[in-house]
């Protein structure tokens, strides 16, 4: 393992952890529908950071960078549908409060 | 080749989007049934090897050529994507929305076969996420208040699974260099720990997809608030292929059957058929009893792969396509109630078996199947599955799984004496019988259901032997 892999090996295992705990976080917490989805996002981030970086350590860039574009172009179609159901529970309720999506029970 | 599952219904949806009007996108409905009747009818051609593998010339993803469990499943989607059509074509009201339905369930079928018939863990990803997204659309297609929150629900928990899976594939991508079930398996083989964890963080996606208690919170709100047509989809087949499927073939493919793995999916199997069973016994609503009848029976397929012996497997691998077709039943006929009394109240039904014979018919044949009585098809899936518990020596979790089926029974009776026995209520006086979109898939599907029960040497012989081979792919 060269210097600069060491290096950058430091610097996913700091700030990977971080990343996760962070989207976790924001959805556990928030009442928030729009920041639900933002703390998909977020985690969704962070998988894409360890799949680069798989790439980079495996030497197999190229796969990577295919995979990555692949979850790019998924993760946005996801998020898309998401936001669109999340505009018409707001064109229901005149909110975005969590806590008013709960008629469902049983 | 076993590529043309996948793409051929994929521009299918592209052709018949293309602007040349609104009674040119009606074509979706007739297409639809066309492909649905297609690949069962291919499944079931007496030929050797029907779909062989042959590299695809449009896409970069590998589409293996189907095994025993994978030709049964592709069977069952066939099956379930046409009454689904018919009871959803029939059900939806505006035009437009119609052929929205269809052409979103034509994609789901390709993202499901591709499931069935992906090669590596990448692609799974891929088409297990085109299944997700064409749900959560389905799902939330009458923009009603209930709907939305179901998909809502199904959204967030499907994306935690997603990610999930895909924290999975990437320490597989960083531990081997590549996504290909052999390579995983490899590493598994060596003790590696990164490995261990990461096949976990892949069942325990896949266990949230599938619904399986105590994942299973997302399921009954999505199943209930769905529309008719789309809850006999999500429940025959979506949840069932991405979910149960992929654990099987995970399994199979990848971690093989070893002591841990047999242990969670035993402990996840018992408490899904339990809980699953006992949330059943109180609910009000038709649809919503259904769908923890579903979470259920998928405890006993769980359980059967848990047995980790031959019969285990084959239990498995036929319970999956018996519920299949009795819960499509079912919900079949919960939709033809739906459309015919505006309720699915069981407490303000009864006494429809007078007014609607052929859906209450049909429904005793799928509630004694599904209760696992003699001779129809479940009897023998739950036996096979008993049998491989007792066989393995897990004595406790046969007894489980006897003690969910004699629960089984009591809530389906319920059901059935609330709904369709009894006496009908003066509002309900001039009700009658529902159309043919719905008799026919119920009569078809229990006919299905007696014939899998009394032929089953045949079917057996046919169908369920072969499963076996999955055993020894490690």
């Known amino acids: ?106 | 080749m076993s590529w043309t599952l996948v793409v051929v219904p994929i521009i299918a949806v592209i052709l018949l989007n293309l602007p040349f009007g609104e009674g040119y996108r009606k074509l979706a409905f007739p297409a639809g049934i066309f492909l649905a009747v297609l690949q069962s009818a291919l499944v079931l051609l007496p030929i050797e090897n029907m779909f062989p593998y042959g590299a695809c010339p449009l896409s970069p993803f590998v589409f293996l050529s189907p095994d025993a469990l994978g030709l049964l499943m592709i069977l069952s989607v066939g099956i379930v994507v046409f009454s689904a059509l018919l009871v959803g074509w029939r059900m939806t009201d505006k035009t437009s929305r119609k052929s929205d339905f269809a052409n979103l369930i034509i994609l789901a079928m390709a993202g499901m076969n591709g499931v069935i018939l992906s090669g590596d863990l990448f692609s799974l990803y891929v088409f297990l996420e085109i299944v997700a997204v064409s749900s959560f659309i389905l799902i939330a297609m009458d923009k009603n208040r209930e709907a939305l929150e179901g998909s809502f629900k199904y959204i967030m928990l499907s994306a935690v699974a997603t990610i999930l899976i895909l924290s999975s594939i990437s320490v597989f991508l960083m531990l081997t260099g590549s996504t290909s079930f052999s390579a995983a398996a490899a590493a598994l083989k060596q003790g590696n720990h990164a490995a261990v964890l990461a096949s976990g963080l892949f069942i325990i996606g896949l266990l949230i997809k599938g619904g399986i208690a105590p994942f299973h919170g997302w399921l009954p709100d999505a199943y209930t608030s769905a529309p008719a047509g789309v809850s006999i989809f999500l429940a025959g087949i979506v949840t069932k292929t991405t979910g149960i499927y992929t654990i099987i073939k995970l399994v199979s493919y990848v971690t093989g059957y070893t002591g841990p793995v047999k242990e969670i999916l035993l402990f996840f199997g018992a408490v899904s058929a339990l809980l699953g069973a006992f949330a059943a016994l109180d609910q009000k609503n038709f649809k919503r009893m259904l769908a923890y009848s579903s979470i259920s029976q998928m405890g006993y397929v769980i359980m059967g792969l848990g047995a980790g012996n031959p019969l285990g497997v084959m239990g498995a691998a036929f319970h999956l396509f018996n519920h299949a077709i009795f819960k499509t039943q079912l919900f079949v006929n919960s939709a033809a109630v739906e459309q015919e009394t505006g309720t699915l109240n069981m407490d303000r039904l009864g006494g429809l078996s007078d007014k609607m014979p052929v859906t209450g018919a049909t429904s005793v044949v799928a509630l004694l199947s599904t209760a696992g009585v003699p001779p129809l098809s479940g009897f023998w899936s739950k036996l096979l599955v008993i049998v491989a518990l007792w066989v393995a020596g897990y004595k406790i979790y046969a007894l489980i799984a006897v003690f969910a089926g004699v629960v089984t029974l009591a809530y389906l009776l319920s059901m059935q004496r609330r709904v369709f026995f009894g006496n009908i209520s003066a509002s309900f006086s001039n009700i009658k019988e529902a159309g043919v979109s719905f008799t026919l898939p119920a009569v078809l599907l229990s006919t299905i259901t007696i014939a899998a029960g009394v032929f089953f040497p045949y079917v057996f012989e046919k169908l369920i032997i072969p499963v076996q081979a999955l055993l020894g792919l490690l």
Do not use: W
């Open chain 1, 1 to 106: 393992m060269t210097q600069e892999t060491a290096q950058l090996l430091r610097l996913y295992i700091v700030f990977l952890p971080l990343i996760f705990v962070a989207g976790f976080y924001c959805v556990i917490t928030t009442r928030n529908l729009i920041r639900t989805l933002l703390g998909l996002e977020i985690l969704t981030k962070a998988v894409t950071l360890m799949l680069a970086l798989a790439g980079y350590l495996t030497g197999r860039t190229a796969m990577s960078q295919a995979l990555i574009i692949t979850l790019i172009v998924i993760e946005v179609v996801v998020i898309a549908v998401a936001a669109g159901v999340v505009l018409n529970i707001f064109r229901h309720n005149n909110s975005l409060d969590a806590r008013n999506i709960r008629s469902l029970k049983g």
